[in-house]
Structure formats: C-alpha cells, structure tokens
C-alpha cells in the first residue's frame, strides 16, 4: 500500500509594496493598521481585483500578525467564544474557549462576502473591532479580553448590499473598479505572473520597502496620542460631513482620526486640513447620502417659506376646506374622502322548497 503525506501549504503572501493600481486601498489598510479603532475598512468591488490579495498583504506586513478569516457559515460562539459553564459551577473558574477575534488579535481579521453574513454576526464583530475589548456571556457569566485588530470586510455588490445601520460601522471604505487602461492591466498582470512563477524572489525584491514601511507603521502607532486636533480641523472635518449629508456624527470621528493617523504616518507634527482632505472621501463615500447639498447653509441663515401647496384660488368668503389648501395637486393621499349614498339592497324572497 502506497504512503501518502501531506505538503504543508506555502505562506508567501504578494508583498504589499508589489500591489499595482490601489493607492487608495493602500492608504485606507495601512491608517486601519494605524489605529484599528476606526472600525476597519469595507473594500467592494467585482471579482478578481485584488480584493483578499491586500487583506493578506497586510498581514504579511505586519510583524508576527495573524491573518484569521471568518467563514460565512460561522456561528456567533465561534465568533466570540463562549465560557465553560461546568468548570465554574465546579471550582469557580472561568475558562474561556476563544473564537476568532480572540485568534485575530494584534493581526487582520479578514470577512469575504460580508454582505452575505446574518446581521447579528457583522454587529458583534463591528462592536468588538470599534471597542477593541470582546465581552463573552453565558448564564450570567461574564468575561472581557483584548481583541484589537484589523477588520476588513469585502463585498461583491452585485450579491446585495449592506444594511445602512451596518455600512456606518465601517471607518474607511474603498470601492475598487476593473481596471480600464491597458498599460495598468498589463502592469497588474506582469506582477501576478511574476509572483507565481518564483513568489521568493518577488519578496526578497521588496523586503526592502516592505521593512521600511513597517517601521514606518509602527513609529505611527507610538506617535498616534501626542497629536492633537486644532479647532480649524474640527470645523473642517464637521463642514464636509454636513456637506455629505451624513447621518449620526460617526463621519466626523473617523475623519478626525483617520487625518491623525495619516498625519503621525508622515511624520508631521500636527494634524492639518490637507490630512483631512486627503482622507475625507474613505470616510464618507459609503456614508453619503444622495440628497447631499454641496454646502452646509450658513449659521442662523433664515429659510425661506415652503412654496404654497396649491395653485387653486381660495373661496371668496375664506370658509372653503382646509383640505383643499393645504393639499397638493396630485396627491391621491391627501383628498378628502367622498361621501358615497347607501342603496337599499332588494329581497331576495324565500329559499324555493325543497323537493321531496
């Protein structure tokens, strides 16, 4: 009988630095890795552009992070864990089974097709990321631990969307696009093609400038508390978000602490407006919503009185119903009901007898 053993599966992950075409997405995971609190990023585009490739390069960028994925069939105690009950009933001790926000601290926490997930799931997961902190309860038995990574969600929108109340629990957003100039089409390719054919050399090529990008986020990390946000910031930070219409003040926290990390990423020595400019639109492109005015109205400006409801001339002697003033032209909703007459319904006479 012939032996059989198993190859162990090759962890080369594609270098971050070797990624072609997403600076965008580039900035948003590296101000995640930042300062995870954000709430993580949510990157959707269709198939096959380098969606999952940049979550694992990420990881890999990282030093010793983990790279954890959710699958869609998870339960929520493989999520957060659960308690052993029978061991506290026993000697008093809490013994926690961790899950996967246990497994992913101080790494990535990756979700593919997170629009597919139950809400439930993508609530705790998103209270945990925000928080940093995973609360498991069973039979009012409580436990707390650390959990602090960094969430990024993918999602095909041609397979449904988010719930809004979830979409506003991401920090950043990125939506990618198939790439439609011919000489960056060619670039991606010749990368990946290269990364498959030897993926060692394709590292050693950017260990340089995979080091140094990683002591660039780990200096950012230490600097991130002594940088402060002037009153200028805050306002600008408040205008755009008025301007985008957004709902809640949740835009403004990401905004503010997404030009913190980008500012302490560059070594500057204080937040400014350029930092809030540049991260503006991650923090609001999936929060914008489409009656968004291009300018906030000024303070203590007057509106103008509502158009008047209808063009119908009132009754001379001001006595006619009020309906008919303050309902608009066209809105079947809003007529007043007609009165219909009752007819008297005929007899019908008897049932006719029944035959023997």
């Not at 969606?51 to 992070?65: F, H, N, V, Y």
């Not at 026993?90 to 629009?115: C, I, K, T």
């Not at 913190?260 to 609001?284: F, I, M, S």
């Amino acid at each position: 009988m012939t032996a059989f053993s198993l190859s162990p599966v090759p962890a080369t992950a594609f270098p971050f630095t070797a990624l072609v075409g997403h600076e965008a997405l580039q900035r948003a995971l590296l101000l995640a890795a930042i300062d995870p609190g954000m709430g993580g990023v949510l990157i959707s585009g269709p198939r096959g552009t380098a969606k999952s490739t940049s979550a694992r390069a990420l990881a890999a960028l990282l030093p010793d992070a983990p790279f954890v994925t959710l699958p869609l069939a998870a339960s929520l105690e493989q999520l957060v864990g659960t308690l052993n009950i029978e061991d506290v009933l026993r000697d008093g001790q809490v013994r926690l089974a961790p899950g996967l926000v246990a497994r992913a601290h101080g790494g990535v926490l990756y979700v593919d097709e997170v629009n597919l997930l139950p809400d439930a799931l993508v609530d705790s997961l998103l209270d945990v990321a925000a928080s940093g902190v995973n609360t498991v309860e069973r039979d009012g038995v409580s436990h707390q631990h650390a959990a602090r990574f960094v969430l990024v969600g993918t999602m095909n929108p041609e397979e449904g969307e988010l719930r809004p109340q979830l979409l506003d629990r991401f920090g950043l957003s990125v939506a990618l696009h198939n790439p439609a100039d011919a000489a960056q089409r060619q670039a991606i390719v010749r990368a990946r093609l290269a990364f498959d054919a030897d993926p060692a050399a394709v590292v050693a090529r950017h260990a340089p400038a995979q080091a140094g990008l990683a002591a660039s986020v780990a200096r950012a990390r230490a600097a991130l508390a002594a940088l402060e946000w002037t009153d200028a910031v805050v306002q600008h930070a408040a205008n755009l978000a008025l301007a985008a219409g957004v709902d809640g003040i949740r835009a403004d926290l990401v905004m503010l602490r997404a030009a913190r990390a980008l500012a302490a990423l560059e070594q500057a020595d204080n937040v400014g407006l350029a930092h809030v400019d540049a991260v503006a639109e991650l923090a609001l492109a999936h929060r914008r919503t489409e009656n968004a005015a291009g300018s906030a109205p000024p303070s203590g400006a007057t509106q103008p009185p509502p158009p008047p409801s209808s063009s119908k001339p009132s009754p001379a002697n001001g006595q006619g119903p009020a309906s008919s003033q303050s309902a608009p032209e066209g809105d079947w909703g809003a007529l007043p009901p007609e009165p219909q007459p009752m007819a008297r319904v005929r007899s019908t006479g008897a049932w006719p007898p029944k035959k023997a």
